[in-house]
T-cell receptor, first 116, second 116 residues
Framework: AQTVTQSQPEMSVQEAETVTLSCTYDTSENNYYLFWYKQPPSRQMILVIRQEAYKQQNATENRFSVNFQKAAKSFSLKISDSQLGDTAMYFCAFSNYGGSQGNLIFGKGTKLSVKP | ETGVTQTPRHLVMGMTNKKSLKCEQHLGHNAMYWYKQSAKKPLELMFVYSLEERVENNSVPSRFSPECPNSSHLFLHLHTLQPEDSALYLC???????????????FGEGSWLTVV
């Protein structure tokens, strides 16, 4: 069974600094998708970034980038120039390629606090 | 403004009550989902609907009964719940539920349920 592990329950960072959130996963599949979702205090889950396992190039979205290490089954999220609005829970998630849509497997989350 | 709206945002119900959670998506998607988010567990997928047909049911107790009358609306009917069912219930949608799993899943803001 696939599992997703986020080993940092809480992290904090100063505004404008860079922070990296860790995620590891376990799967025997070769093709899959990985996601980072953000859940601010409003509770709505928002997709931050996604990565296809068959792509070697790391995904980037503005200040957000990932370090995808397929062999190590690691998928960390780097937030550059942190802003107060980045304060939220961050969830790493995994989905099989071609599998039942919606069966995202989530980690337990990392609570990120950005301090002024 | 979110493309997935949930009502009510907060619900308190007794163990003998019958209530329903409602979800509506304005994105023209074909698939809709219910997730449960508890304090101490990762997000759990409960139900998946594709084109109004249920395609997955992750061993959810029968006291939770989903209904999908059309591709834009999804209900979760609640009956004789237990206090441990208190959680945030998230509705989500995506373009399709089969095939390439990389379709982005869009979440609503959730319905906070407290069972007393």
């Amino acid at each position: 069974a696939q599992t997703v592990t986020q080993s940092q329950p809480e992290m904090s960072v100063q505004e404008a600094e860079t922070v990296t959130l860790s995620c590891t996963y376990d799967t025997s599949e070769n093709n899959y998708y990985l996601f980072w979702y953000k859940q601010p205090p409003s509770r709505q889950m928002i997709l931050v970034i996604r990565q296809e396992a068959y792509k070697q190039q790391n995904a980037t979205e503005n200040r957000f980038s990932v370090n995808f290490q397929k062999a190590a089954k690691s998928f960390s999220l780097k937030i550059s120039d942190s802003q107060l609005g980045d304060t939220a829970m961050y969830f790493c998630a995994f989905s099989n390629y071609g599998g039942s849509q919606g069966n995202l497997i989530f980690g337990k989350g990392t609570k990120l606090s950005v301090k002024p | 403004e979110t493309g997935v709206t949930q009502t009510p945002r907060h619900l308190v119900m007794g163990m003998t009550n019958k209530k329903s959670l409602k979800c509506e998506q304005h994105l023209g998607h074909n698939a809709m989902y219910w997730y449960k988010q508890s304090a101490k567990k990762p997000l759990e997928l409960m139900f998946v609907y594709s084109l109004e047909e249920r395609v997955e049911n992750n061993s959810v107790p029968s006291r939770f009964s989903p209904e999908c009358p059309n591709s834009s609306h999804l209900f979760l009917h609640l009956h004789t719940l237990q206090p441990e069912d208190s959680a945030l219930y998230l509705c989500a949608s995506s373009q399709d539920s089969v095939g390439h799993s990389g379709n982005t899943i869009y979440f609503g803001e959730g319905s906070w349920l407290t069972v007393v």
